[in-house]
C-alpha cells in the first residue's frame, strides 16, 4: 500500500511563509519524481514544483519561481515545500504526489496522491 501524507497547511497572512511537508510510506521512492500541485476552488488543478530523489533535478512553476523551494530528506523519505511571500492567489489545497514519468508538470502522468493540505493567504 502506497500512502502520501501531507502536512503543514493553514492560515497565513499575505507575505507570510508555510512549510509543507509530505511523507511517503509502503514502497521505495528513490526512482520518483516528487511533486507539488494545488487546486483552488472552481480551478483545475496545477503544477507548483518537482524534484527527482537522485538526479536533483528540480522543476517550478512561473508562479511561484523565487518564492517556493522543493526540498526532500531521503532518509526520512519525506519532500518539502517552503513557500515565501506568500499571496492571496496561493490559496489553494496542495497535494503531494509521485511519478516515475519524465513528464513531472501534467498531473496526469503522477500515480500517486495525498489527501490534500489547505493552505489559506488572507489578512
Known amino acids: 500500500q502506497v500512502q502520501l501524507v501531507e502536512s503543514g497547511g493553514g492560515l497565513v497572512q499575505p507575505g507570510g511563509s508555510l512549510r509543507l511537508s509530505c511523507a511517503a510510506s509502503?514502497?521505495?521512492?528513490?526512482?520518483?519524481?516528487m511533486g507539488w500541485f494545488r487546486q483552488a476552488p472552481g480551478k483545475e488543478r496545477e503544477f507548483v514544483a518537482a524534484r527527482s530523489w537522485r538526479g536533483g533535478n528540480i522543476v517550478y512553476a512561473d508562479s511561484v519561481k523565487g518564492r517556493f523551494t522543493i526540498s526532500r530528506d531521503n532518509a526520512k523519505n519525506t519532500v518539502y515545500l517552503q513557500m515565501n511571500s506568500l499571496k492571496p492567489e496561493d490559496t489553494a489545497v496542495y497535494y503531494c504526489?509521485?511519478?516515475?514519468?519524465?513528464?513531472?508538470?501534467?498531473?496526469?502522468?503522477?500515480?500517486?496522491w495525498g489527501q490534500g493540505t489547505q493552505v489559506t493567504v488572507s489578512s
Open positions: 509502503g514502497r521505495t521512492f528513490s526512482s520518483y519524481t
Open positions: 504526489a509521485a511519478t516515475s514519468a519524465l513528464t513531472v508538470t501534467r498531473a496526469a502522468t503522477y500515480d500517486y
